[in-house]
């Protein structure tokens, strides 16, 4: 029996609560997975899950060892960290998962400077605008947005970004040019954003000076997508007015084909964080990657320098 082999399965399936999920998120076949269970079980003489049809559940053993496991584990990274930086060549395997358009316009455009700089570590990128079982999928980190609830997880801060609201200029020409945020649900089609996870659609948020302004446009006229890149079409293509991100609305802007609107009505900065579970924080191959993805945000980064935080 490969020990080592059997503890990383065996911490996986612990943390996903399946062995088929353990078998996809490490990429090994699922007659392998239940093998090795098996074997650790028969080595150690006990029984560390309870499994039926529906699903399978950590003993109290079970628990136990997976404490010791996963400490193990995290001594083992740490040890291969410590080689690796003193050789400056941190190499492995990163699944990281992040939305479409932080994907499409911030990160991959980036990537080949990460990639020459560590030729050794695979990168598995995960896009979408779903929010993600870090733990259970298998994820080593993420790049989310707004406020962060869970505090189990070690997050570091990239950026406050900017929105702006927008309207395609087909749109603006046809149906006017709004001057006041309670037009948009009066006078105004929405091109809307909604959760994919909770079917949620985003209010729109409007500051200006002391006054702040919420408008919920469920049941407003228009049309409502879950994906950022495809939200961003929407305005474009003429179907609303919405809110998104300044920097993704930028080339849109120089070629005439979006026009912000409301300019003096502002919301406040979206907090983006890239999150990783407290057992991954010793790992060399992911401090690097964070770091570098920290520097990459930077320049998107428009929360005034007194209200910015560290976390």
């Known amino acids: 029996m490969d020990q080592l082999q059997a503890l990383r399965v065996f911490v996986r399936i612990a943390e ?16 392998t997975v239940s093998k090795l269970i098996q074997e650790l079980e028969t080595h150690l003489r006990v029984k560390l899950f309870q499994r039926s049809t529906r699903r399978v559940v950590v003993t109290e053993e079970g628990q136990a060892y997976y404490q010791n496991a996963i400490k193990l584990l995290a001594d083992l990274d740490e040890m291969d960290g410590l080689f690796a930086d003193s050789r400056g060549n941190p190499r492995g395997r990163i699944r990281v998962d992040v939305g ?31 929010q993600v079982d ?19 997880l070690v997050a570091r801060r990239l950026a406050g970004l ?3 609201t927008y309207a395609g ?37 409007f500051q200006q000076g002391e006054e702040s302004i919420t408008i919920d446009p469920k049941g407003a006229r228009g049309v409502f997508v879950n994906e950022s890149t495809a939200h ?29 609107v409301l300019p003096q ?24 990657f964070v770091d570098w993805v920290i ?17």
């Open 162 to 164: 900017e929105w702006g």
């Open 16 to 31: 996903s609560g399946g062995f088929s999920k353990a078998a996809d998120t490490l990429n090994v076949p699922r007659a």
């Open 232 to 260: 961003l079409t929407s305005l474009v293509s003429g179907l609303g007015v919405g809110q998104t991100f300044s920097f993704m609305a930028q080339p849109w802007l120089k070629s005439g084909d979006l026009v912000q």
């Open 295 to 311: 520097e990459v945000f930077k320049p998107f980064d428009s929360t005034p320098a007194p209200h910015r935080t560290a976390r």
């Open 100 to 130: 479409s358009s932080l994907a499409n316009l911030i990160l991959l455009p980036h990537l080949p400077a990460f990639r020459k700089r560590y030729p050794e570590i695979q990168l598995d990128v995960g896009v979408s605008d779903r």
């Open 134 to 152: 870090l733990i259970g999928d298998g994820v080593d980190c993420v790049i989310r947005g707004g406020e962060l609830t869970d505090t189990s």
């Open 169 to 205: 200029s087909s749109y603006l020409a046809e149906r006017g040019t709004p001057s006041h945020p309670d037009d948009l649900i009066a006078r105004h089609e929405i091109a809307g954003y909604f959760s994919s996870l909770t079917g949620r659609v985003t209010t729109l948020l």
């Open 265 to 288: 009505w502002r919301r406040p900065p979206h907090p983006m964080h890239i999150v990783f579970a407290q057992s991954k924080y010793n790992s060399a191959r992911l401090k690097v």
